[in-house]
């Protein structure tokens, strides 16, 4: 069992930055890919960035690539997201998710989730 926990949500200004923390805790954290996902209101949730368990592989949406990075410390059982060049249509409730049992960009396929963290890009 991984519990996740989110933060590092705010308001910012279009063009500005926000780094999101997931940290985790439970067991076996380090065995598991993790990644990063936003819902907006009425939209459904959607895929953002990948990484693999060891760092090795990562995947990004296309429409977040070259502005967002995702990284993890799993020796700290953290991970991150890096948002730059932030847009309002960034704007959505972020959540980090671990242990893929499917596709790496389908929602469906992860089984811990955290409880998410608000972003809003303001123009």
């Known amino acids: 069992q991984v519990q996740l926990v989110e933060s590092g949500g705010g308001l910012v200004h279009a063009g500005g930055s926000l780094r999101l923390s997931c940290a985790a805790s439970?067991?076996?954290?380090?065995?598991?890919?993790v990644a990063w996902f936003r819902e907006a209101p009425g939209m459904a949730r959607e895929f953002v960035a990948w990484?693999?368990?060891?760092?090795?592989?990562?995947k990004y949406a296309e429409s977040v690539k070259g502005r967002f990075t995702i990284a993890r410390n799993n020796a700290e059982n953290t991970a991150s997201l890096q948002m730059s060049s932030l847009k309002p249509e960034d704007t959505a409730r972020y959540y980090c998710?671990?242990?893929?049992?499917?596709?790496?960009?389908?929602?469906?396929?992860?089984?811990?989730w955290g409880q998410g963290t608000q972003v809003t890009v303001s123009s």
């Open positions: 998710a671990a242990y893929s049992i499917g596709s790496y960009d389908s929602a469906g396929a992860y089984i811990y």
């Open positions: 439970g067991r076996n954290f380090d065995s598991y890919s």
């Open positions: 990484m693999a368990w060891n760092s090795s592989a990562t």
